[in-house]
């Protein structure tokens, strides 16, 4: 059951985030186009599991996004609002995947359990 509540929270994240960017007037290709730049943080696993998963957790945290958010809301920027409900987007759709925060044992050891063929019950 735990396991559904998050990835229900992720999907919910993922609405939201996009309901939120849609508000902001930025292009929709812009959404297109950076919705997946988060995952360039798995380049950091060519260094090894602990720098990767360092990498991949710094930007698959919902931290950034709301500290962007709050900055775009201070300074009034539609364009940081934008790019932080894009971030918070990709996040939520990971988390509805399935695909949480990394332990440095490995890319398929995350808080949402195991990933991948050898993954109990996930």
């Known amino acids: 059951m735990p396991r559904l509540l998050l990835r229900l929270e992720g999907l919910a994240l993922f609405i939201l985030a996009t309901w939120g960017f849609a508000h902001t007037g930025a292009s929709w290709w812009l959404y297109a186009v950076l919705f997946l730049t988060p995952?360039?943080?798995?380049?950091?696993?060519?260094?090894?599991?602990?720098?990767?998963?360092?990498?991949?957790?710094?930007?698959?945290?919902?931290?950034?996004?709301?500290?962007?958010?709050?900055?775009?809301?201070?300074?009034?920027?539609?364009?940081?609002?934008?790019?932080?409900?894009?971030?918070?987007?990709?996040?939520?759709?990971?988390?509805?995947?399935?695909y949480g925060l990394k332990y440095s044992s490995g890319f398929n050891d995350t808080h949402l359990g195991r990933i991948g063929r050898q993954a109990a019950g996930a």
């Not at 360039?40 to 991949?56: D, E, I, K, N, T």
């Not at 958010?69 to 759709?93: C, Q, R, T, V």
């Open 39 to 98: 995952d360039l943080s798995f380049a950091g696993y060519l260094a090894g599991p602990r720098l990767g998963a360092l990498a991949y957790n710094a930007l698959h945290c919902t931290l950034g996004p709301a500290i962007l958010a709050g900055l775009g809301l201070f300074l009034e920027s539609s364009m940081l609002l934008g790019l932080a409900a894009i971030w918070a987007a990709h996040i939520g759709f990971d988390r509805m995947l399935g």
